[in-house]
């Protein structure tokens, strides 16, 4: 038995922060008592000094470079970087290459994950084959497979039939389908959102109706399959005012966004820095701030990193050219703490939007630091700053937005099912 004392533990469910002390055993949470915890013999006992123990980061949306691009990101290389940034499980991205379109490509994506991190990564299938959107893939097939969900990514499907019986079946075997909500004939070609902004800069702008318009359709067969549906990213207010009419209706949908557009706008791409350059591309302050709002209403349910790895020479290149993409299984968390500073979130919704819907969303038995759910948790320290060097990122691409830029909050250890998998020592 490991028990953790002298915590301050976050609590995303009951919205609450209180001093106590954690019981792991066979990598399970068995006790957590805001008294003393008997210490038998033989136990492991953890000082937390103080410092704020929380539910692990379930981390959605991250691109692993396997198979096709390892030269970008490996299993390895990004397991290293969630567990230095707190993230205890990955729903990673089927956009490979070649596309986790297949139980046999999905299997050996599984092999490979097992034997190369100690973090859990929850793969999602692709929805048509080869992310063309014309032939569904075997739902059932890649169900028992393992996958945890069906998305096409940034491939929208703009057959309305063919998008339409990806959700009645999958509504029928009750797994749920990630879209990303952007109207291609709108968005093709852009690298920026329109506006004055982009005008100036000569940036080929795509309007925040593209979103709308996305999200439209794709609510509108959600309530005609009454199928299970998410979101990857809503960042503009449009696509708030239209998600929050299919909550009020009750359809089983949700939304997330990425940490990018939740703390960076698009005046930040300045001098056409590509590091800035994601999908969709980043908004305007009052898109931000709507979305901030959003979180705070439960209307947008889960922040993530997309984490998108790019190497130096599809980054170093003129920004309309440039690749889409940010990493950010180490920034997530420190960047989000910027709202915890600046007093527009507090701890415990922090990690109800990082761990706790992740995981109900996902099926997953974390999310919280309480009796009878699995040990994955942070040890952290909200107020340790410092600035970030890119090159210090434990990932291959180093395409950070955040480089150079001053952060505050430092993971000391990540837990994985009582596992101690990341530890700083002098820090804690």
Not at 63 to 73: A, D, L, S, T, V
Not at 224 to 235: E, K, L, R, V
Not at 327 to 339: D, N
Request: charged share 25%; glycine share 8%.
């Amino acid at each position: 038995m490991d028990i953790y004392k002298n915590a301050k533990i976050v609590d995303p469910d009951e919205g609450r922060v209180y001093n106590g002390e954690v019981a792991v055993s066979d990598g399970h949470v068995v006790e957590v008592s805001e008294r003393r915890i008997d210490t038998p013999e033989n136990c492991l006992v953890i000082d937390c000094k103080g410092k704020y123990l929380a539910p692990g980061i379930v981390d959605f949306g991250v691109k692993i470079g396997e198979p096709g691009e390892r030269h970008k990101e490996s299993f390895g290389t990004a397991g290293l970087a969630a567990a230095r940034g707190g993230v205890t499980a990955m729903i990673s991205r089927p956009d490979t290459s070649p596309p986790i379109d297949n139980p046999e490509t999905l299997e050996f994506f599984i092999r490979r994950a097992k034997s190369a991190t100690e973090i859990p990564i929850h793969p999602l299938a692709t929805l048509t084959k080869q992310r063309l959107g014309e032939q569904m893939t075997e739902v059932s097939l890649l169900l028992d497979a393992g996958a945890v969900g069906f998305t096409d990514c940034d491939s929208f499907i703009s057959n309305s039939k063919v998008m339409a019986n990806c959700l009645s079946y999958c509504s029928q075997n009750n797994s749920l389908v990630i879209g990303h909500p952007q109207d291609p004939w709108l968005s093709g070609g852009t690298s920026a959102t329109s506006g004055k902004f982009a005008t100036l800069r000569g940036l080929a702008g795509v309007s925040p109706m593209a979103e709308r318009i996305g999200l439209e359709r794709d609510l509108s067969l959600v309530e005609m399959t009454s199928s299970n549906y998410h979101a990857d990213q809503i960042t503009t207010r449009e696509g708030l005012m239209v998600m929050e009419q299919s909550l009020d209706k009750g359809l089983n949908v949700s939304a997330g966004i990425s940490i990018h557009h939740l703390t960076l706008n698009d005046l930040d791409v300045g001098d056409y820095r590509t590091f800035f350059k994601v999908k969709p591309p980043l908004r305007s302050e009052e898109d931000r701030q709507s979305a901030i709002d959003g979180l705070k209403r439960g209307v947008i349910t889960i922040v993530c990193s997309m984490h998108t790895p790019q190497d130096e020479e599809s980054k170093r290149i003129p920004f309309d050219k440039a690749s889409s993409g940010a990493v950010g299984l180490e920034t997530l968390f420190p960047a989000l703490l910027r709202l915890y500073h600046s007093e527009d979130l507090d701890l415990p919704l922090i990690f109800k939007v990082l761990s706790y819907n992740p995981s109900k969303r996902f099926g997953l038995n974390s999310g919280r630091i309480s009796k009878g759910y699995q040990a994955d948790f942070v040890l952290f320290d909200p107020d340790y700053p410092y600035i970030l060097d890119r090159t210090t990122l434990a990932s291959k691409s180093k395409n950070t937005p955040f480089d150079g830029q001053s952060l505050q909050g430092k993971i000391l250890k990540t837990v994985v099912a009582g596992r101690i998998v990341y530890s700083r020592e002098e820090d804690v």
